[in-house]
């Protein structure tokens, strides 16, 4: 019999369908970086930090613009098996799903012949992990001064004991029907990154579609607030 994970109305959580779970950025939090940023969503705990633009002589480097790299990576110890520390074929798609989900925000221009890294560091995974290191590594560029056409956010949806239901948690992402991810700039009218696991009608995405780019209005907000609160303190500070 299918896990019952939504129980009158209420997810294993407590959540409602449409509710986020808890979410806090902070930014700056890597002096060695150029930009940094740290996330809790849900149980995922997240550090991102972003070095460069730097100047780069390699064979094949792009003259017109800066190259963007990123290694998203799960330390060991962020499941509850022991994680085997060899860099697996999930953490290389998904670092370059992120580097993709960000490149089009960049104005990548301003930077030829130069390298930008970010590194992406899970201390602890829930589900989405994916999702919460888009949202965070967005508000690192901007904390490097990387000009951007707009932050970009992340959340996934998906159905849920035949529920759509957004920002999944570690179960629902692993025992529910669907699990998409999807990342915007909102400002733009853009979707940079669209996933799908599982299966899903055309109407039940289009339902789900909307409610991520709800979740994401609120996201921004957060993402906002964190960049406000670490430049107004700034500002004081002189
Ligand atoms: P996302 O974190 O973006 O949802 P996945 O759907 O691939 O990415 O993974 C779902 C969750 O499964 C992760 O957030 C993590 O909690 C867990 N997970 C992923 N890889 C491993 C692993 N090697 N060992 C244990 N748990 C893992």
Not at 11 to 18: K, Q
Not at 76 to 80: D, G, N, Y
């Given at each position: 019999m299918e896990n019952q994970l939504i129980i009158n109305g209420k997810?294993?959580?407590?959540?409602?369908?449409?509710d986020l779970r808890p979410l806090k950025i902070d930014v700056g939090i890597i002096k060695n970086a150029a930009g940094s940023s740290y996330i809790e969503h849900g149980k995922n705990k997240i550090i991102v930090a972003i070095y460069g633009p730097k100047d780069s002589h390699r064979y094949g480097m792009n003259l017109e613009k800066a190259t963007l790299r990123c290694r998203y990576h799960m330390s060991?110890?962020?499941?509850?098996e022991r994680k085997n520390p060899q860099p697996s074929r999930r953490e290389i798609e998904i670092s370059k799903v992120i580097r993709d989900a960000l490149?089009?925000?960049?104005?990548?221009?301003?930077?030829?012949?130069t390298m930008i890294d970010i590194f992406v560091e899970v201390l602890q995974s829930d589900g989405g992990s994916r999702s919460a290191s888009i949202t965070a590594a967005s508000v690192a560029l901007a904390d490097a001064g990387i000009p951007m056409k707009d932050l970009v956010e992340a959340v996934a949806v998906g159905k849920v004991n035949g529920t759509l239901v957004v920002d999944l948690n570690d179960i629902e992402d692993k025992e529910g029907e669907a699990d998409m991810p999807v990342a915007f700039m909102l400002n733009e009218n853009k979707i940079t990154l669209l996933q799908m696991d599982g299966k899903m009608t055309v109407e039940e995405f289009k339902a789900g579609l909307m409610m991520a780019m709800e979740a994401a209005k609120k996201i921004k907000e957060i993402q906002k607030e964190a960049l406000l609160k670490k430049y107004s303190h700034d500002e004081n500070k002189k």
């Open positions: 997810r294993s959580d407590g959540r409602g369908p449409t060991p110890f962020s499941t509850e490149e089009p925000s960049l104005i990548l221009e301003n930077f030829p012949k």
